[in-house]
């Protein structure tokens, strides 16, 4: 169901950050993220902010769409033998655009603040993985070559079940073999981690399947290196 402009950012006023500091939600996040270094938290949002976002990705045409790649600007490369998912980078260009990237705003200054982990802004794209798409086993940071602190994935799917696929598999931080959770990329449910640190993927989706993939980065730009985004 469409929410409309006023009641998305009446929804993004209630839930500010302010409020989500005193939510268990946050806690939790918070918790998890200095004790073992990644998280996953059900609703984190409010139901009608994270439908707004659903039907904003679902009505994304493909043609609007990107094949996703590996590697950054002059690196960027399209391999589809390691990953199958289409993207849109997300611009303030629309209301629920707007109101998602200002809460993740939020969200870096309290990370920062609880955290102090020196956060400098945050990027994300909308991903669509169709049938048979995938993301092989990866991180998405290595140490020292990149500015991505914290990874972050929404999952804005209705009603996935056992045997659609597209689980996220987190492995341990110290021996990427082993496997430490498999997570449904169910509705409302957000996943985050420090980027060079755990390796994970995304085995094949059986159906359609929708995220908002970002990341929390620190600003590596020098006198003599601009420091490249998206």
């Not at 399209?78 to 849109?88: C, E, G, N, P, V």
């Not at 920062?112 to 990027?123: M, Q, S």
């Not at 056992?162 to 959770?181: A, F, S, T, W």
């Not at 990329?185 to 994970?200: D, N, V, W």
Request: proline share 3%.
């Amino acid at each position: 169901m469409p929410v409309d402009t006023w009641s998305v950012k009446k929804l993004y006023v209630e839930n500010s950050i302010s409020v989500f500091s005193r939510e268990e939600p946050f806690a939790n996040l918070l918790m998890d993220l200095r004790t073992k270094g990644w998280s996953i938290q059900d609703n984190f949002f409010s139901a009608d902010f994270t439908q707004a976002l659903v039907d904003e990705a679902e009505n994304i045409e493909n043609v609007q769409m990107q094949l996703a790649g590996v590697g950054r600007k002059q690196d960027h490369q399209i391999l589809q033998d390691a990953r199958r998912d289409y993207i849109q980078w997300i611009d303030p260009d629309k209301p629920i655009r707007t109101d998602f990237l200002k809460v993740m705003e939020s969200l870096r200054v309290a990370l920062n603040r609880h955290l102090f982990i020196g956060l400098f802004d945050y990027e994300a794209h909308f991903a669509r993985y169709e049938k048979g798409a995938f993301y092989e086993k990866h991180v998405d940071a290595f140490k020292g070559e990149s500015n991505r602190v914290l990874s972050t994935v929404l999952y804005l799917n209705e009603d996935w079940q056992e045997g659609d696929g597209g689980e996220l598999v987190i492995y341990d931080e110290h021996n990427p073999d082993i496997e430490v959770g498999r997570f449904f990329p169910k509705k409302g449910r957000l996943a985050i981690f420090l980027s060079e640190c755990f390796y994970h993927e995304v085995v094949v989706a059986h159906r359609t399947r929708h995220s908002i993939a970002g990341w929390f980065r620190v600003n590596n730009t020098t006198g003599k290196s601009l420091d490249p985004d998206q």
